[in-house]
């Protein structure tokens, strides 16, 4: 067994897709497993340069973090990668009381034993950037300031209402920050900077990454000046890509590889527990090519009408599928439809629709032999896949236009073989959902 380059977790299972498309596009060798593996499955993958661990902490509670994060990173501690990473969404949407970055740091730091973790969210490959501490994110071919952002500003469950992150991450942990900014990255004397930066030996070091050169000189900073203060890194998928460059100038990795587009299937199925204004153009795009709806009461999926509900949504599935179209299951139609204020009066209300839309998708795969399906939606895609039975993932081919959504492979359990794509709320263009039927990039 080879040293791993770099071991993570990532916070929802989009995220974790997103970050094994970064590595494994760029010629680092990457499984995602969905729990810690069998034996068997471990010993399959043995040699790949990078482990991915997928997890739910975006949807939980301190609480749950303080049992559940510190075994999962004491797991990937064993692996002894050179850097560990602990990948939250590019949006940052987080709050003291669910899915807490902060929380997540303290506990990984005191596991590592880190000195300072270092934080990197900007990513311009997925439109993500983070300038003086701010950070930007683009939605409909514009840049806005996050707590700006028509989407992350309204999210339901973790609106962003504070572009400055390292004020935001004040309101989940009382770990002292500092700040490596855009223009000290830039200029004459970088190496300055960054030990002025750490002249008070911050918990937390954020580096800004705004454009190409930020983010080639954070990743040259990550790699050779920062492993000796903590292995454990937090971030986007911006810290694989600022790593990327880093290890190919340093003759760690070769070239890109080629991936050969998969090819067209006749049918796919998609569940969607999305509320994302982006989620709902692919949906209704999706309807005016081939594809037919079946809307599910959320409600009815998180209490006792689960079980009547979702036998509802496969019959209904698997009667679409039986004349030629495919089907789109979801539990809303956009921001309009949301109905969250009553969804949150139950507790464990959010997993439990990811839960019930993950067993139909399995029925659907499963008695429709498809060859290829998705789960929209970045908490739902985490409490879907529970219920697949699939134990790991490789990426089966990268989409380029829309980076950290790709087609994956799925490996173990009933669903071995199957193509599925997860797609956050935001991500994907209009034609997403034809696009990955199409089975092009």
Not at 291 to 313: K, S
Request: glycine share 12%; charged share 20%.
């Amino acid at each position: 067994m080879t040293r791993p380059l770099i071991s993570y977790y990532g916070d929802d299972f989009t995220g974790s897709t997103d970050v094994m498309e970064a590595l494994a596009s760029n010629g680092v060798d990457t499984v995602l497993y969905l729990k810690r593996p069998s034996a068997e499955t471990g010993k399959r993958f043995r040699d790949a340069r990078a482990v991915g661990l997928a997890g739910t902490s975006r949807s939980e509670s301190p609480d749950w973090m303080d049992v559940h994060l510190a075994g999962a990173f004491a797991w990937l501690a064993g692996l002894d990668a050179e850097i560990c990473h602990y990948k939250v969404c590019s949006t940052f949407d987080s709050s003291p009381g669910i899915g807490s970055i902060g929380r997540a740091i303290e506990i990984g730091a005191r596991i590592f034993g880190n000195r300072t973790t270092s934080l990197l969210v900007g990513a311009p490959q997925i439109r993500r950037y983070t300038a003086f501490g701010q950070l930007f994110a683009a939605y409909q071919g514009r840049n806005y300031r996050i707590d700006r952002h028509p989407v992350m500003s309204r999210h339901p469950v973790t609106p962003m209402d504070e572009a400055d992150l390292l004020l935001h991450l004040s309101r989940q942990t009382s770990l002292s920050s500092a700040l490596l900014d855009c223009v000290s990255l830039t200029g004459a004397d970088v190496a300055g900077a960054l030990g002025a930066a750490l002249a008070d030996d911050p918990a937390i070091l954020l580096i800004d990454v705004l454009d190409g050169g930020t983010q080639a000189a954070a990743g040259q900073i990550l790699w050779n000046a920062l492993r000796d203060r903590g292995r454990f890194v937090c971030g986007s998928s911006g810290v694989e890509y600022a790593l990327i460059e880093a290890w190919r100038q340093a003759g760690l990795i070769g070239p890109k590889p080629v991936f050969d587009a998969v090819g067209p299937v006749e049918q796919i199925a998609v569940v969607s527990g999305s509320v994302s204004p982006t989620t709902e153009r692919q949906i209704r795009h999706a309807l005016a090519h081939g594809f037919e709806a079946v809307a599910l009461d959320p409600l009815y999926l998180t209490g006792d009408h689960a079980v009547n509900e979702i036998e509802r949504g496969v019959v209904a599935g698997l009667e679409i599928l039986s004349r030629g179209a495919s089907p789109v299951i979801y539990t809303a139609l956009g921001p309009s439809a949301d109905r969250g204020n009553e969804i949150d009066t139950q507790e464990g209300a959010r997993h439990r629709i990811g839960q019930g839309l993950g067993e139909i998708q399995k029925r659907l795969v499963k008695e429709a032999k498809l060859l290829r399906a998705v789960v929209a939606g970045g908490d739902t895609s985490s409490h879907a896949l529970g219920e697949m039975g699939i134990e790991a993932l490789t990426l089966a081919m990268p989409l380029p236009q829309t980076p950290g959504s790709p087609l994956c492979k799925a490996h173990g359990g009933d669903l071995d073989g199957l193509e599925i794509a997860l797609k956050g709320g935001q991500v994907g263009g209009d034609d997403y959902f034809s696009m990955i039927r199409a089975g092009r990039p």
